[in-house]
């Protein structure tokens, strides 16, 4: 009697609670909306309450409120820590058909664009300067006369026949990137959806063409990054594997592993920490939000627009370049999607964006980002100013401005 009573007190209690909870918040109180629990659709009007043992208990009913406290009201701002990663559109130069086996996949048949650019052709070469360049001189002809044409004719038709997986070749494009390599980083990328026949003509259309990277991840997504991690050289087992480092006093050093096995077997086990590389390592981390993807430096009007780091709440014109430029990196001129987090690799390392494997269901990451500010203060130092202007106005004119001034007037 003593617990029904108590359970009933808790639900009139929440019930009132919201009432007021919403009169403030909306200035109305919607009744309709709070009579019965979200979780098992009872009613909870409590004008039907009763203390009777008979009656049946309702006990979710004050975690219901919770959680519809949590969704409508709880919107704190948070500051996070943020990883820019610069995206150039990738060019398709090329398809590959694979046929199962019993052994696995095999491929079938390769075909390459008509038009291949030198940075591609770089990676086909281990010393371009000395090499005659004459990569994809005699493929290119296929495409020009009749008797090429029906052959490729053929081999579409024979890829759209037999194949059971379509991959497109995709190359980087190394010259809009601040970086001193020419060669381009090639891969193939997996063409997912619809029948082989409509796979081969989609890649068929993209031939030569970019691909952005908005047309294959969205806003707030959740992907894969794939990259080489930061290297450390050769180190020690407390340094690689975070042993225990042994006392002071231990007779021929302390950062060891103080017992590698016993007598026999008389053989090192593999699971023993030893020392040895650490770091530069291919790795894969899962699960990166997509906080924003932006759009590169644009020509409009003739004029340069760099505006793409204001959002709906910071209307100042500024680019998603902090003063003085990322460190150790230069100026991104190019497409960008903004990750939570932190990513693998150094500056500069080439990493591979992937959709994610699995089915996101956590709130955590089916929750839409509502960007407020983006922080573009020099990261060298202690950044004070968000814009060069900004700066200029606070800390006045510079003497060779001021010069230049006097001699122009």
């Known amino acids: ?47 039907s309450l009763k203390l009777s043992e008979s009656e049946e208990e309702h006990s979710c009913c004050w975690f219901n409120l919770y959680f519809y406290l949590t ?25 590959v058909g694979y046929v199962q086996t019993p052994r696995g996949l095999r491929s079938f048949k390769t075909i390459f664009a008509e038009h291949i650019s030198d940075e591609c052709k770089r990676r086909f070469y281990k010393n371009w300067h000395k090499s005659k360049k004459k990569a994809f001189t005699k493929y290119c002809k296929k495409w020009q006369d009749e008797e ?51 796979k081969v003509d989609w890649a068929r259309e993209k031939l030569e063409q970019q691909v952005p990277v908005s047309s294959v991840f969205g806003q707030d997504e959740m992907i894969d990054v794939i990259g080489v991690t930061k290297g450390k050289g050769y180190k020690g087992v407390t340094s690689r594997w975070h042993t225990k480092k042994l006392p002071r006093k231990t007779h021929r050093g ?47 009007d003739g004029k340069l627009i760099k505006n793409n780091a204001s959002t709906d709440y910071d209307l100042s014109d500024k680019s998603i370049n902090p003063l003085g430029g990322f460190v150790h990196y230069g100026e991104v001129t190019n497409d960008f999607i903004m990750l939570k987090g932190c990513v693998v690799g150094t500056k500069k390392r080439v990493l591979t ?28 130092g202690h950044g004070r100013f968000q814009t060069a202007e900004e700066k200029k106005s606070f800390m006045g004119p510079l003497k060779k401005d001021r010069i230049a001034k006097e001699e122009a007037a």
Not at 11 to 35: A, E, H, I, P
Not at 358 to 370: G, H, M, S, Y
Request: net charge positive; charged share 25%; proline share 3%.
């Open 71 to 95: 969704a409508e009201v709880n919107k704190k701002e948070v500051v996070e820590a943020v990883t820019i990663v610069e995206t150039p559109p990738m060019v398709i130069v090329g398809i």
């Open 254 to 300: 302390l950062r060891k592993v103080a017992c590698i096995g016993a007598w026999h077997p008389a053989r090192v086990a593999f699971s023993v920490a030893r020392a040895g590389q650490k770091g530069y390592h291919h790795r894969t981390e899962i699960n990166k939000k997509i906080y924003k993807i932006g759009q590169g430096y644009q020509i409009k």
């Open 148 to 198: 090429g044409k029906k052959q490729l004719e053929k081999d579409f038709n024979s890829m759209k026949k037999y194949c059971q997986v379509i991959r497109v070749m995709a190359h980087t494009q190394m010259r809009l990137l601040p970086l001193r390599q020419k060669k381009s980083h090639l891969m193939e990328i997996q063409v997912n959806g619809g029948t082989v026949a409509e």
């Open 353 to 380: 964006l992937r959709k994610s494997l699995l089915v996101q269901t956590k709130r955590r990451a089916l929750e839409k980002i509502d960007l407020k500010f983006i922080d573009t203060t020099s990261k060298f």
């Open 1 to 47: 009697m003593h617990e029904n009573l108590h359970r009933s007190l808790i639900c009139w209690f929440s019930y009132t609670l919201m009432c007021y909870l919403r009169f403030f918040l909306d200035g109305q109180v919607k009744v309709n909306q709070l009579n019965h629990c979200y979780l098992c659709e009872k009613s909870l009007s409590p004008l």
